[in-house]
């Protein structure tokens, strides 16, 4: 039986992947090329180091170590414009009523997040005083795919990963938590993800019975 539960942010609690659009969409521009909806698929659950590697090769630019660390700061830098608008309340349907109805029956609760800025944005938006863990980008070396965010999850909430279920809504999530041996429940019914023990398509269908 499930005795903690792991949540993934962007996409899962809150909705900052059109944040995380528009600023590389930017950067992109800047740079003088565009990507797509599509491509922007290919970079949820992806480090932020990781995702301009991707985007630069799909410009066909190639930069230097120092020059990448400065796009991806610059990226950054309009990425958290765009969060620190945010305000408490401002979730994903269901997630306040799910963490609440968890807390009430004594699950544990975990952030399993590649964000460096996971802390900020649990705070902006008034949820962070749900979680007994939080793991994000700043403690992990592996990102997603690899299971280490939700191994150093469960092995922090003092529970077996057979015991831990993962909330996700990336691709690179839900290998991740297959690979850490975690039941997985995907966002999102229409969106093609493979692997997850069963999607849904928000928190609030885990909210009906
Ligand atoms: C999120 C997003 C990714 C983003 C990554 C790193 O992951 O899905 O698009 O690149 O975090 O974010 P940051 O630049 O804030 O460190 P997750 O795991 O919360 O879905
Ligand atoms: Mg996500």
Not at 26 to 31: E, H, I, R
Request: with cysteine.
């Amino acid at each position: 039986t499930v005795k903690g539960v792991i949540f993934d942010l962007d996409g899962v609690l809150v909705d900052t992947a059109i944040f995380h659009f528009q600023a590389w969409k930017q950067l992109a521009n800047s740079l003088g090329f565009d990507f797509t909806e599509k491509q922007n698929e290919q970079l949820k659950g992806v480090s932020r180091i990781r995702s301009l590697e991707l985007i630069l090769a799909w410009g066909g630019i190639s930069k230097t170590a120092r020059e990448q660390e400065l796009l991806a700061n610059q990226k950054n830098s309009w990425y958290l414009d765009l969060v620190n608008k945010m305000k408490p309340g401002d979730t994903l349907p269901g997630a306040i009523e799910l963490l609440t109805c968890l807390k009430e029956n004594n699950y544990k609760i975990a952030l399993g997040s590649a964000s460096k800025n996971a802390l900020l944005i649990l705070e902006r938006t008034g949820i962070v005083n749900f979680f007994d863990v939080i793991v994000d980008g700043n403690t992990v070396t592996a990102s997603k795919p690899a299971p280490e965010v939700f191994l150093k999850g469960a092995k922090s909430l003092n529970i077996d990963s057979a015991k831990c279920l993962v909330l996700e809504d990336a691709q690179a999530g839900i290998d991740a938590a297959r690979a850490a041996g975690m039941y997985v429940i995907g966002i999102g019914k229409y969106s093609g993800l493979t692997g997850a023990n069963c999607l849904i398509n928000n928190l609030n269908e885990l909210l009906e019975d």
